[in-house]
Nanobody
């Protein structure tokens, strides 16, 4: 069964750090383009970070550059989002997504599969 499952969301104080995990099953994660997205109440979905091993691309939204890092563990078939210096505006449901058709679909916010999401709440 093809599936993505996120974990790691929590309530943290501003300035704190979290690491989100997205475990893939049913396929090899590193063969495809992947990304982290977030959606806050009343706001549009926002792409946070994208990564494609085959295309050699790793990118971040301007709002998180220098604070968030995307990484993968091939052995665990998992992608992570390391978040530091968290701000109240980072509060959102975060979810990961994978595209079978390359990074362009991830960049357009159109992953072919996505997880259920994990809540990150940053208190100021």
């Amino acid at each position: 069964q093809v599936q993505l499952v996120e974990s790691g969301g929590d309530l943290v104080h501003a300035g704190g750090s979290l690491r989100l995990s997205c475990a893939a099953s049913g396929f090899t994660l590193d063969d495809y383009a992947m990304g982290w997205f977030r959606q806050a109440p009343g706001k549009d979905r926002e792409g946070v970070s994208y990564f494609s091993s085959s295309e050699g691309i790793r990118d971040y939204a301007d709002s998180v550059k220098g604070r968030f890092t995307i990484s993968t563990d091939v052995a665990k078939n998992t992608v992570y989002l390391h978040m530091t210096n968290l701000k109240s505006e980072d509060t959102a449901v975060y979810f990961c997504g994978v595209s079978w058709g390359g990074l362009v679909r991830i960049e357009r916010g159109l992953p072919d599969i996505r997880g259920q999401g994990t809540q990150v709440t940053v208190s100021s």
